[in-house]
């Protein structure tokens, strides 16, 4: 079975500055896929970015990018000129025939 | 529909009592999924449906949880016998099979059940 660790329960940060989250996976498999999804207090959970395993380029989507490290299996997420509507959870999940999710990041921004 | 309905959106209940929440994939979505979510924690995997397969129920907690699906329409996932541990959001959500890879999954916006 697939594992996905976020080390990280709680972060913050400083609007218009750069965070970084982590997330670590155990996986055998060679192809899979790759999510980070943010869930505002609406919990409404909202797809950040996405990552294809058999892809070396790192996935970038405006001020969010993550840094794909498939042999260290890791897979964090930048997210660049921090805004207040940054704030809100943040899960990593791991993906081949369904979704396995982390325990996820408490992300605040600071005015 | 154009999203992911699930209801109720809140939903408290005594001790004992059985449950039933109720989640509307997107129209023409073949694969449906159940999540918990404890306060503050992560989402916790429960059971998935695809299309006329047989469901994966791996994560249902105990033999107090069951999910049913008719045909590529509406689930409920039932819990009887309620126990306070049970108190959690449940997270629906569903694809297609073909898009899931690329668009991850549409969720709802879950029912918060309280178990008092």
């Known amino acids: 079975a697939q594992t996905v660790t976020q080390s990280q329960p709680e972060m913050s940060v400083q609007e218009a500055e750069t965070v970084t989250l982590s997330c670590t996976y155990d996986?055998?498999?060679?192809?899979?896929?790759l999510f980070w999804y943010k869930q505002p207090p609406s919990r409404q959970m909202i797809l950040v970015i996405r990552?294809?395993?058999?892809?070396?380029q790192n996935a970038t989507e405006n001020r969010f990018s993550v840094n794909f490290q498939k042999a260290a299996k890791s897979f964090s997420l930048k997210i660049s000129d921090s805004q207040l509507g940054d704030t809100a959870m943040y899960f990593c999940?791991?993906?081949?025939?369904?979704?396995?999710f982390g325990a996820g990041t408490r992300l605040t921004v600071k005015p | 529909g154009a999203g992911v309905s699930q209801s109720p959106s809140n939903k408290v209940t005594e001790k004992g009592k059985d449950v039933e929440l109720r989640c509307d994939p997107i129209s023409g979505h073949t694969a449906l999924y159940w999540y918990r979510q404890r306060l503050g924690q992560g989402l916790e995997f429960l059971i998935y449906f695809q299309g006329n397969s047989a469901p994966d129920k791996s994560g249902l907690p105990s033999d107090r949880f069951s999910a049913e699906r008719t045909g590529e329409s509406v689930s409920t996932l039932t819990i009887q016998r309620t126990q306070q541990e049970d108190s959690a959001v449940y997270l629906c959500?569903?694809?297609?099979?073909?898009?899931?890879?690329?668009?991850?999954?549409?969720f709802g916006s879950g029912t918060r059940l309280t178990v008092v």
């Open positions: 999940a791991f993906m081949k025939h369904d979704m396995r």
């Open positions: 990552q294809e395993a058999y892809k070396q």
């Open positions: 959500a569903s694809s297609s099979s073909r898009d899931a890879k690329i668009y991850g999954y549409t």
């Open positions: 996986t055998s498999e060679n192809n899979y896929y």
